[in-house]
């Protein structure tokens, strides 16, 4: 037994599940589908899944891989895995069967848990990992384990609870470690932040394994708010949703959000929704729109290397005051860092901070509780990441002289669409190897849509020919469908005198008309 | 320079004002009678507070005492003092000049700020104890600081920030002591149980050098909620108050809520606010009472120990439908553990849990990240409050089937009268240095008003004379008033064999008609 202080216990979020299950214990904890749980049957499950996991032989600091929609189970893995002494991976649901093997052999997780819709995404899985199904086999699977109180093998807040992998600009996903302190504290800051209650109803149109939900997986179970799952996003499914479970929260990309302003469903809400949204700043229409439903949008930034959100934009005091244009510049900032994150600075090449004018450009840079522990297994990746002792976001932008921050443009060679990280080099390597492409350079160009979509420029072989839908298709065939260049343009790449590809030429051209080179 | 950790920042509450200086800027931190201080200009103060103490010789983890009237300057102080790398000691400004003195020798403090009004408190605090007047000296004492950022001497997030002192069982007032890390994660939870956000008005009606105002001092900034000052208990200058400054949150023990029911100014608040209370539980007459001012009651337990609040009573999804008896009987419990501390049990003497039938007795046991780190400078009585590895806080009661506590007794010989804890020792040995005195136990008994106040059982030496009025006098000259018995008895005192007092004959007598031991 360890040497307990009496004035010290480990921060982990999976103390606030077993807190709801007492404190809030008949309330509703999950609505998913036709099934509801109250928050003692959920905490039981957990505890279920925790030890059949145990049973089941997990050894402490296991990775244990998820491949789900948006659904009770996938909640519960967010408690039940870390309880037991595991580290989650939840994937991608959009990924391609290659990435998602990729994935599970590279986390070396030997058991994933599954929608059954999502079986195909597990093709090329190896056969020594466990599967097992939502559904009849994975409740099999729970009655297992047993409802009696798990005893905790954590030792350190710092041990890990969580890997997230993100599309990385080396091509190849990269595996975010979160540690139980992290996501204990980046929870509570989303209760403050978002005004989470035991009155709250979430519903989760924010797919769950998208930075563990923004942190909201555990921040529902700390303030005791109901969940409400939504495994795909149906416009008119979620206005249904949002009146007959009276919703008071939902978190978007405005992607999402422009989907359900243009649905035929959308109305004027009888209660005042509150929305974070991030991925890309909203635009002044699309805050007007969401006005008028009576939701209150709140912007906010983050990477996966954050545990999501890192800053929030919070109006002034004064605000209200604001003729509207000026209003709806200031809610594009990214603004703040929140409650519990370390410092952001917006600096220069040499680590120096540049001067808050709102022009001068710089990188933006954090430290604190709620930053990944590093990347799994990529030491050398990690280091870079933090070198100076500071994240690197690779997000480039301005420091206001309020002290908020503001993007512009991006260091990193991603196009971020629909609020999904693609990496422009995986893009391109899967462009290349068309039979027909000699190179490819691929950068994101804005759309009114989905925010960003990847672009290729395209030189053939010589001889050989391909059009637009070819390449197009070809990458569909490699290739999560969301990363496939939305448009081929063909002729000779820009280079450098040593030939190195000038993608800066092409994104110069692309958004010329633009303030931002980010959408 | 030490080995900095990206991901670790260490947690203290002096980042909440450095964050809401920037984020709140603009908005009203403190109204202190005629003068109010937005964010940026409290953070201001703050920083040339804390490098006004180092310029004035400050070492790391030196005490710096505050005899202080809530204001400005003694909220300043919660975040000025950690700030500098020093320890805030808050003193109850009702102690009387012998208990100042005591305190400020016993904590070492060779500073101490006080309120104009107080200064004949400090009339015995050595002549080598630095005193600053707040008033113009404070200002010119904050003008020999700089509103430069203060470089940070936090090693640990388990030093200590600040040290109170609580009324020991043992007659001299033992120092709480209070670690970074404690202070800010019971900030946070107090601002998600208390719902504190930036749009939130505090009235400070609870003094701030009680458990540093149950952690709000500090929660406050973590909220950027809006302080009012209330530097004494003044029913019809708190009612004006509720309604001139929008009022949406005050903390106060019962007593002082009995005095705002049955003052003349009393009315129906046109919005709702919430009251957090404790120190004894609110009875049903006085719940009935706030619900036609239109306050919601929150009912609190805790002790300087656990940095105030330990347990909140929460309300089960189905109260509203209860008949209002067994509504008015829930709201007496203690509840349950709050979202950020440890597990509170009720035990045996071997530490076994009592079954949770609402009915077996046992004694309160908590641990957890808001516990003290100790008793200042007493090791011996430290290891005995903590033995087996958690804190006893000799409050005795029963564990209900839903996991909530309710307190039924004290192994503890003290008074809690009007939200003041009182060595019952402490006045036993006052009583007794009367020269009539022969023998004297003092114990409490139930009151309408104050909840608690103490009775004194009194043997006369043979022949001696002296009145009820002579004993009550004679404690008055040397203690605080309130500590002052309400009552003596005089009569032989009964004794067990071996001559040991039976003060439980007493209490029996006295609680005869009672449920609880305690009120």
Known sequence: MRDLKPYRDELSPVSFVERAGTVHASRPAV?????????VEFRARSRRFASALRAAGLNKGDRVACVALNSEVLLLAHFGVPQAGGVLVAINTRL????????????????????PDLISALALVPPGVRRIQIGPEFEAFLDTGSEDPVESWLESEDELCAIDYTSGT????????????GAFLNSLAMVVENR??????HLWTLPMFHCNGWSHTWAVAAAGSKSVCVPRIDPAEIWRLLAT???THFNAAPTVLILLANDPAAHRLERRVRVCTGGAPPSPTLIAQMASFNIDLVHLYGLTETYGPLTINVAPSDFDTWPESRQAEYRARQGFPHLVTGPVRVVDEQMRDVVPDGVSLGEVVSRGNTLMRGYYLEPETTEKAFSGGWFHTGDVGVMHPDGSIELRDRKKDIVISGGENISTIEIEQAVASH??????????IPDDKWGEVPKAFVALKPGAVASEQDIIEHVRGLLAHFKAPKSVAFGELPKTSTGKI??????????????????
């Open 96 to 115: 391609l069967p290659e990435e998602v093997a990729y994935i599970i052999s590279h986390s070396g997780s030997r058991i994933v848990f599954h929608s």
């Open 170 to 181: 080396t091509g190849r996903p990269k595996g975010v470690m979160y540690h139980h302190r």
């Open 245 to 247: 479970e009276a919703i």
């Open 196 to 201: 989470l209650t035991v009155a709250s109803s």
């Open 435 to 444: 039979p027909a492409v000699m190179e490819a350079a691929v950068i994101a």
């Open 502 to 519: 000038q993608k800066f030429l092409l994104r110069d051209r692309e958004w010329a008309d633009r303030l931002r080179r980010i959408n």
């Open 31 to 39: 609505v998913d589908g036709a099934a509801t749980y109250t928050w």
